[in-house]
């Protein structure tokens, strides 16, 4: 079965560099629909609407809702003495819908997306909140200027603070205020400048490290798509295979953590030995050096 990609299909206004996304990138943007409308199924609307109550629940027109039956993206009403009847499921794929339609989607997209995924909101939910679930624990901390200025002292200038925040480690709130996604970051570089190394090199290194982070956060993705994902696509999204997908991606955060850090250590040793076992060489060198000549001038 061919991935979600092959069925997005952007309209014309929009720009072909927005669609180059892989098949996990698509389907990710269909979960989070369906995660977002679940609210609406749990609410305490009547379960049976009439087509006219339907349209108003949902901001459509009756002529957009009985297209949408037509292509198949909805289904069928309970009829009951002649009268269709809608209820939540309707409701959710409706907004499900005009929300992709407005990201640019187009119908026959739409449908695919459906028909592909089986339109099952529970099992993409319980995947979308995998998929979402935030990493870090640390909660975000908004600081002054002159709290900045305080930790940092006078290298916290306008240059430096821009270049923080194109490296994410600042967001600017206006009236002199700034987020800290990661206070731990923060402290950090304080830390660092203390020890006598300059703020603005500490940005460097830190921009480094994301770089690469992002490298290896790449590469486990994409070991979860190849080896876990693609054959449960290819496979059509059977139902019985969620709940293993989804904890396949709940176990590859904690797993990608112990291994980086494991690398990361072992990779430090050997750095740091390598580069004071030289640094020590030289001082013996010189040391031999400065006896040699002390012995050249001794009669």
Known sequence: MPGLLSVIEPSAHLPSSAYKVTPFDVTLFAVSFFGGILGAMA????????????????????RNIRAHRARGLLPAPVVRERVGYYGPEHLARL?????MQAEGFNLHAIGRVLEQTHGRPEQLLSFREAVTAPFETEQPRVFTLAELQQRF??????????????????APLGDGRFEVPLPSLLDAAEEVVAQGVPLRHALTVIAKVRDQCRTVAREFVKLFLEDVWNPFAEAGYPEERW???TESIEHLRPLSSRVLLA?????MTHEVEAAFG??????TKRGRGKRSQAKAKDP
């Open 43 to 62: 609410s305490t609307i009547e379960q049976t609407l009439t087509i006219e109550q339907l349209a108003a629940e949902s901001g459509m027109t009756v």
């Open 95 to 99: 907004r499900l819908i005009a929300q």
């Open 153 to 170: 002292g006078e290298q916290a200038d306008a240059r430096v603070l821009a270049r923080a925040e194109r490296i994410g480690l600042l």
């Open 243 to 245: 709940s293993e997908v």
């Open 263 to 267: 690398a990361y250590q072992l990779t």
């Open 278 to 283: 030289r640094e020590l060489e030289r001082l």
